[in-house]
């Protein structure tokens, strides 16, 4: 692992979006990983947030995301939902999962971000 600028642990969805951020920077990044593969066991993320999907279209990949989940009014607070639909977003919803929000939504970094990823590190 020498010769890297930045090395990340863990390629969840943070990981690989510093990942994908540093390197579209033109740092070089590695990151490490103890599974195997993308697969998940388990449920992570229920849904995304308005902000979150802003972020993904940024780079090109919300419809990614999108295309596995339903788009809801889910925002709230104490139990009490909140209408964001006025908004001033292009992404005034959000969008809850009906399965396991897999990593494999995510772009493969040797490809897309010129990440390095160095699998089933344990």
């Given at each position: 692992m020498n010769g890297h600028a930045v090395v990340i642990v863990g390629g969840g969805?943070?990981?690989?979006?510093?990942?994908?951020?540093?390197?579209?920077?033109?740092?070089?990044?590695?990151?490490?990983?103890?599974?195997?593969s993308q697969d998940?066991?388990?449920?992570?993320?229920?849904?995304?947030?308005?902000?979150?999907?802003e972020i993904l279209d940024q780079r090109g990949i919300a419809d990614r995301f999108l295309s596995q989940g339903k788009v809801a009014q889910i925002a709230g607070f104490a139990?009490?939902?909140?209408?964001?639909?006025?908004f001033p977003t292009r992404h005034n919803y959000g969008s809850r999962c009906g399965r396991t929000t897999s990593s494999a939504s995510w772009p493969s970094g040797s490809t897309s971000w010129r990440c390095r990823s160095i699998g089933d590190v344990r």
């Open positions: 969805p943070t990981g690989l979006m510093l990942a994908g951020e540093l390197a579209l920077a033109g740092v070089d990044v590695a990151i490490v990983e103890r599974r195997a998940l066991t388990g449920s992570r993320a229920g849904g995304l947030h308005s902000r979150t999907i139990w009490i939902p909140l209408d964001i639909s006025d």
